[in-house]
T-cell receptor, first 112, second 116 residues
């Protein structure tokens, strides 16, 4: 089972870029990397997913190095509303690693 | 339209009672899940159903019984409630099992269960 390791918490000021790194040393060939965001009193929400190199959408960017043993979620110019818990998940079909297991996540606090 | 909806949103009950939480998704997904998030905020998968068939049962006491009458619904029934069952229960769905590759998990807003 692919295990992920993330920082427990991070603080940032508004307007800064925030990078949250997730380690997944035993990622399997078929595994994808998926990030979710959870606000208080809400269910997690999909942010971004990738397999290798870089993926960008309107919310974030995901950087995955060639060895895929880690990934970095990048949030550009955060605002107070980005305060949430961010989860990194690893897994994929037929890989034996279910991408359904949420770790402890990273609690991001954005300060004015 | 809410994609994944759960009812009730809040539930307060006494120990020993039996209660149910309902979940419906209108996304046309084949797979649905129940997750439990405890007071420490750990989010743990409990069950998964694919096309009404149970595919994941993660060491959950048999007091918890999921029921999927059709692909769009996955209800959670809990017998003989205990204090430790107090948590937020999230329902989720995905187009592809595991939500990876071509899809992702869509979560409901959660149902907060408090057992007194």
């Amino acid at each position: 089972l692919a295990k992920t390791t993330q920082p427990i918490s991070m603080d940032s000021y508004e307007g800064q870029e925030v990078n949250i790194t997730c380690s997944h040393n035993n990622i399997a060939t078929n595994d994808y990397i998926t990030w979710y965001q959870q606000f208080p009193s809400q269910g997690p929400r999909f942010i971004i997913q990738g397999y290798k190199t870089k993926v960008t959408n309107e919310v974030a960017s995901l950087f995955i190095p060639a060895d895929r043993k880690s990934s970095t979620l990048s949030l550009p110019r955060v605002s107070l509303s980005d305060t949430a818990v961010y989860y990194c998940l690893v897994g994929g079909p037929n890989s034996g690693n279910t991408p359904l297991v949420f770790g402890k996540g990273t609690r991001l606090s954005v300060i004015a | 339209d809410t994609a994944v909806s759960q009812t009730p949103k809040y539930l307060v009950t006494q120990m020993g009672n039996d209660k149910s939480i309902k979940c419906e998704q209108n996304l046309g997904h084949d797979t649905m899940y129940w997750y439990k998030q405890d007071s420490k905020k750990f989010l743990k998968i409990m069950f998964s159903y694919n096309n009404k068939e149970l595919i994941i049962n993660e060491t959950v006491p048999n007091r918890f019984s999921p029921k999927s009458p059709d692909k769009a619904h996955l209800n959670l029934h809990i017998n003989s409630l205990e204090l430790g069952d107090s948590a937020v229960y999230f329902c989720a769905s995905s187009q592809v099992f595991g939500g990876s590759g071509t899809g992702e998990l869509f979560f409901g807003e959660g149902s907060r269960l408090t057992v007194l």
